[in-house]
């Protein structure tokens, strides 16, 4: 502690004695660590089970299939849904998923989103956060009851209140009674593409898009195998188009757990993407900041010197630029992380403003045990990066010549 202190109380007289270059570190260490945290949350979303997809490695998604010479033959179709669900009853759950964009009456005023018609079973399968209200019922499915979800920014935007339960909305000539509204969820873990508004299957007119099938997705139970779960799911499949004297080109080997698929393909770009940009995002200003270090540190030159010859060591000299270094990361770092959630609203606005994504989040529910627990070791790094190498240089100058003006 005493050590600490030692190199602590030095460290912040000269930062309080060089303000200019001290606001300029913090600034750049600020706009380095806003997308430091917008990179740590989309890596997250990408690698791990986020919400609502929490359960998407026990989740299969059916939606198109090719015959046995590789033509597409689409989905299951909606009529014959129940003879094909029947075949997988005894899974966890059979989910029925399909979007229209369509053009919703709320409060007197016209607004268009994506409405994904759903089963009950969809709200069990998908752990979305209701703030208010419930999701459906399988019983009001049955009945016909004319009921919706919405979320929260929806709820807003149509209602100007985030709790539009019992609320109504038109479309497609139904009126629906809003039953519950859930917290808005990042444009990156959607399981429904970019639906806003949820509605009962049973109300599914298939228009404006005339694809007559469902997307399904089965939960498998944890108590079955991965390869007695694509077996069976693979045999319903091929069975439900044996009976319309199609061969399908769907073999258990080629069923992959939903979180499999997202992880392939774009989702890989991105999540590597993303490691990248967030590497790059920690180099390019650590690189700036150290040409401004370097300047600092060689002021600083008689400073360091002098307090070598009364003793003080190399790496003493080191770990006393270091720390100045290291404070004034820390404070950009907390600074950043501050302004990390307005400017990822900012970002939002400008990005999805106006299209049908406007009410959905980038990134949802920020886990700040994620940004915090990354956040923690990128301190370090650039820390490193951006004042390791002056502190280096300094620390190993010869002391005489430093104090002859030599060796500058």
């Known amino acids: 502690m005493k050590k600490f202190i030692l ?29 430091v945290a917008l990179a740590l949350q989309l890596i997250h979303i990408f690698t791990s089970n986020y919400p609502p997809m929490t359960k998407a490695d026990q989740i299969v998604r059916l939606d198109y299939f090719k015959n046995s010479e590789g033509k597409g033959i689409g989905g299951i179709r909606y009529t014959e849904m129940n003879a094909f669900v029947e075949g997988l009853k005894d899974f966890d759950g059979i989910s029925l998923y399909h979007d229209n964009a369509i053009n919703i009456i709320a409060n007197g005023h016209l607004y268009s989103c994506m409405v994904g018609f759903v089963n009950a079973d969809f709200w069990k399968m998908y752990d979305f956060d209701f703030l208010y209200g419930r999701p459906f019922t399988e019983k009001e499915c049955d009945n016909r009851k004319p009921v919706a979800i919405i979320t929260e920014g929806m709820s ?36 429904t593409d970019m639906c806003t ?33 694509k077996e069976r799911i693979s045999k319903a499949v091929r069975y ?29 770009i991105f999540r590597y993407g993303g490691m990248i940009a967030l590497f790059l995002f920690l180099l390019i200003p650590a690189i700036n900041i150290l040409s401004l270090n370097n300047a600092n540190t060689n002021n600083r030159a008689e400073e ?83 004042g390791g190498l002056p502190a280096y240089l300094i620390s190993k100058r010869n002391i005489a010549q430093v104090l002859k003006g030599g060796s500058k």
């Open 304 to 386: 360091i010197a002098i307090r070598r010859t009364f003793g003080a060591s190399r790496l003493s000299s080191f770990l006393q630029i270091m720390m100045e270094n290291f404070l004034l990361v820390l404070g950009g770092s907390v600074t950043g992380l501050l302004l990390s959630i307005p400017v990822m609203k900012i970002i939002q606005q400008k990005i999805m403003t106006g299209s049908f994504t406007e009410n959905l989040s980038l990134v949802g529910q920020i886990d700040f045990v994620v940004i915090v627990a990354g956040v923690l070791p990128a301190i370090l790094v650039f820390s490193l990066l951006s």
């Open 156 to 191: 807003q935007d149509y209602f100007n209140t985030k709790n539009g339960v019992g609320k109504k909305i038109t479309f497609q000539g139904n009126e629906y009674e809003i039953s519950g509204v859930v917290k808005n969820f990042s444009f990156f873990s959607t399981p």
């Open 240 to 268: 439900y188009f044996d009976n319309k004297n199609i061969k399908v080109d769907f073999p258990p080997q080629k069923i992959k757990f939903l979180k499999d698929a997202l992880t392939t393909k774009e989702g890989d």
């Open 197 to 229: 508004v949820w509605a009962p299957y049973v109300f599914n007119k298939f228009i404006p898009n005339a694809t007559l099938s469902y997307i399904i997705d089965v939960l498998t139970p944890s108590s079955m195998s991965t390869n007695e779960s």
């Open 7 to 35: 190199y602590f109380q030095p460290a912040l007289y000269n930062i309080l004695h060089n303000k200019p270059y001290a606001v300029f570190c913090i600034l750049g260490t600020a706009l380095t660590f806003i997308f």
